[in-house]
C-alpha cells in the first residue's frame, strides 16, 4: 500500500522529478493520437452513443461487431514513424466504457465481449518496433457501466467505481504491458473535482506502478502538462501539448468521403507543428482508424510527406530544445523557431525576396538548409537584405525551405520598427 502524500507535498514531489521524467517528451514535439473502439463501426464521431442516445443493450450489440485486423497497429505505428512522430497515445477506454484490451476488471471488452485480439498488447509491441514512445488514453467518463453516473450522488457507487477504474488501471500498468510513458486521461464527468476521483489517491498509486510516467491535466489535478484542444494555444509557464483532430470535426473514424474535404494536408500539418514548436509545446494529431483497423487513406500522403520533410529539417528545426517566442514577426513571408542564438526562418510562402525586419543584434551568417549553404546579407539598422538562393535550392518537398540564422548573441527584435510610436513610446509620450 502507498502512503497516501497530501496535495501540497505530492505536487512538489511530482515537480521535483518533472524535468528528468519530461526530458524525452520535450524533445519528442510531435506524437500520434489514435481514436478506436467499438465507435468506429458506426462512424458517425466517438461520442455517437450519448449524442444519438443509444440503447446500452443495442449498443454491446453493436461493439460485438468490433473485429479489427490483428496487425493493424503495426500499420499506426509504421505511418507514425514515418510521419517523424515520436510517440502514440491509443485509447485504451473511450466514454462508450469499452477495454480494447483483454481485461479481468471489465468484460466488456474486445476479447470477451467481442472474440477479438488484445490490441493494447498488440499496440505496445507496435511501438516498440518503431521506437516510439507508448502512451494510453483513458476516459474517467463512462456511459456503460452502471455506477458511473451514480457517482455523482450515490457515495457506494462511487467507491465501486473508484474501484473499477483502479483495477483497470492497474491491468493497464501493473507490468503486463511494460513499461507505460504516458497516462492521458480524459473527461472527468459525473465528478467535477479531483477529491471526487479520488485523483490524488489514484495517481499516486500510477506512479507507484510507473515511477517515469507523464500524466495529463484531465484527472483534475494539474499534473505534468495541459492539453489545450483543438487550439495551438500556449499554456503559460507549464508544459503543453495541442491535440487536433485530422479532419476538424471528429476524433473517432469518418469516412473518407465525410472526412477527406476537411482533412490537414502536409502544408497544413507543419504549419501546425511549427505553431506549438514556436510556444515550447508539443502536437498530438489525431487519426481514427476504419473498421479494419486501417489508417484512414486522407491521412497517409500528408503524413508521410511531413515525415519526408521532418528527416531533412527536423533535427535543426523542430526537435530537441528550442527557445519559445522570443521573435515573432520579422518577414511577411515566414515564422521562426529558435534555439539560442539560432534563429531558424520557415518560409512559407514562396518569395525570391529575403528581407528581415526589426534585428538589433548582429547577424553571423545566414545559411540555407540542409547543406548549410551560406548566402550573402547586409544589415543595417532597419533590415536584413538576403541574396536569395536559386530556385533549384529551395525545398522541394512541400515548398517549406527553412534558413539558419546565427546571430552573435541571443538575438533581439523589435516587432514593429516600421510604427515608431512603438518604437520610440516613451519619448513621444514626453
Ligand atoms: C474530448 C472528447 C473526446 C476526445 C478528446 C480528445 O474531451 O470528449 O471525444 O477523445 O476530447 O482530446
Redesign the pocket.
Known sequence: MVEILSRPEYEKEVANTRDDRMAWWRDARFGMFI?FGAHTLLGRN??VMAIENWDIGEYEDVARQFKPEPGCTREWAKLAAEAGMKYMVL?TR??EGFSLWDSQVNPYNVVAHSGGFDIVKEFVESCHEFGLRVGFYFSLMDWHHPDSWRCAFDPEARARFQDFLTGMLKELLGGAYGKIDILWY??SRPMESHEGWGSLQMNQMVRDLQPDIIINNRSKLDEDFS?P?ERLTAAEGKDWEA?MTFNRIS?GYLDSAQAAPYSYNSHGILRMLHTVCESGGNLLLNIGPRPDGGVPPESIEPLQTVGRWLEVYGDAAVYGRLTPGQVSRASGTGRFTQRGNKLYFWQFIHSDQLIFGGFETKLKSIRLLPDRTPLDFTQTQRQIVVEPPSPDQYDSIVNITVFELEFEEMPVHHRCSAYPQLHLGEELLK
Open positions: 481514436h466517438e461520442w485509447t473511450h466514454h480524459d473527461v492539453t484542444e491535440c476524433w
